[in-house]
């Protein structure tokens, strides 16, 4: 049973690009989140996806944007790239929006912005 | 906002000593608490969760979270620490009612001496 995968695992980017990060989510999931950590800091959260709908958001500009497909997986899309980006983007998955529903955190992928 | 703290940035125990980390939340509702390990080189993995009723939770690998909803804390306790501990560990907190948007503290490195 695959848990959650991303790709790409690592990405250079210079500044004003857009990038787009992929994540598949544990089978039997429908709901992917999505969450920023910078160097030295915990995650913060950036949105969450259910029925192919954003659900929630968390304070992070229009900039960053998203889209889940009808498999439930998910892209999470950054643009006019700034040097402040660079981070490791995570993405959970979980079965349901509800708040017993345990997240499953994937690898991540590192993007370094330059 | 609910916010979370760990005061303890990097420890550095002993094989054999006795761990814990303190985490302290900022949420007047209900919540949902977590710890998260993260191990070298690999992906934030859930290590224990308080969802509700005894408030001493037991996860893997021997670890052990108090919830003391006085005193808004959720410390992550370990009687004999081993080397494969070395990691870097997360609390996080979920109030209201969506699972996506958890709260995490900047996390506590731990490293421990054979």
């Known amino acids: 049973d695959a848990g959650v995968t991303q790709s790409p695992t690592h990405l250079i980017k210079t500044r004003g690009q857009q990038v787009t990060l992929r994540c598949s989510p544990k089978?039997?999931?429908?709901?992917v989140s999505w969450y920023q950590q910078a160097l030295g800091q915990g995650p913060q959260f950036i949105f969450q996806y259910y029925e192919e709908e954003e659900r929630q958001r968390g304070n992070f500009p229009d900039r960053f944007s998203g889209h889940q497909f009808p498999n439930y997986s998910s892209e999470l899309n950054v643009n006019a790239l700034l040097l402040g980006d660079s981070a490791l983007y995570l993405c959970a998955s979980s079965s349901g929006t509800g708040r017993t529903d345990t997240q499953y955190f994937g690898p991540g992928t590192r993007l370094t912005v330059l | 906002a609910q916010s979370v703290s760990q005061h303890n940035h990097h420890v550095i125990l002993s094989e054999a000593a006795s761990l814990e980390l303190g985490c302290n939340y900022s949420y007047g509702g209900t919540v949902n608490l977590f710890w998260y390990v993260q191990y070298p080189g690999q992906h934030l993995q859930l290590l224990l969760k308080?969802?509700?009723?005894?408030?001493l939770v037991k996860g893997i690998k021997g670890f052990e979270a108090e919830f003391i909803k006085s005193k808004f804390s959720f410390n992550l306790r370990k009687p004999s620490v081993q080397w494969s501990d070395t990691a870097e560990y997360f609390c996080?907190?979920?109030?209201?009612?969506?699972?996506?948007?958890?709260?995490f503290g900047d996390g506590t490195t731990l490293t421990v001496k054979p």
């Open positions: 996080a907190v979920l109030g209201g009612t969506n699972a996506g948007k958890s709260t």
């Open positions: 308080y969802f509700s009723g005894d408030p």
């Open positions: 089978s039997g999931h429908d709901t």
